[in-house]
Nanobody
Framework: QVQLVESGGDLVPRGGSLRLSCEAS????????MGWYRQVPGKERELIAS???????NIASSVKGRFTISRDNAKNTVALQMNNLQSDDTGVYYC???????????????WGQGTQATVSS
């Protein structure tokens, strides 16, 4: 079974930076798209950034110019660099990966447990 584990969440002042990391671990699997979602209380989980295996990224308009996403296919990791953080960026950030285990013909979505990022005003 493949697991995604996030790290890097913290409490930072407004204007500060955080780097979130996520590593997929397990045996014999492939990862297609990876990304980061954010959830705040009372709202649906929203896509913040995604990146294909080939490196094509998509960034939500609300964070474009401040956040960047990157991945390392050899290490099965994806990172989210968050700069100039604002209060609205506060939330739980979830790592996402579209994964196929060897021997199976279908892809399944997998999620990390989430990491809390809090921006103080």
């Amino acid at each position: 079974q493949v697991q995604l584990v996030e790290s890097g969440g913290d409490l930072v002042p407004r204007g500060g930076s955080l780097r979130l990391s996520c590593e997929a671990s397990g045996s014999h699997f492939s990862i297609d798209n990876m990304g980061w979602y954010r959830q705040v209380p009372g709202k649906e989980r929203e896509l913040i950034a995604s990146v294909t295996r080939e490196g094509t990224s998509n960034i939500a308009s609300s964070v474009k110019g401040r956040f960047t996403i990157s991945r390392d296919n050899a290490k099965n990791t994806v990172a989210l660099q968050m700069n100039n953080l604002q209060s609205d960026d506060t939330g739980v950030y979830y790592c996402y990966g579209r994964i196929r285990e060897n021997g199976k013909s279908y892809w399944t979505p997998s999620w990390g447990q989430g990491t809390q990022a809090t921006v103080s005003s």
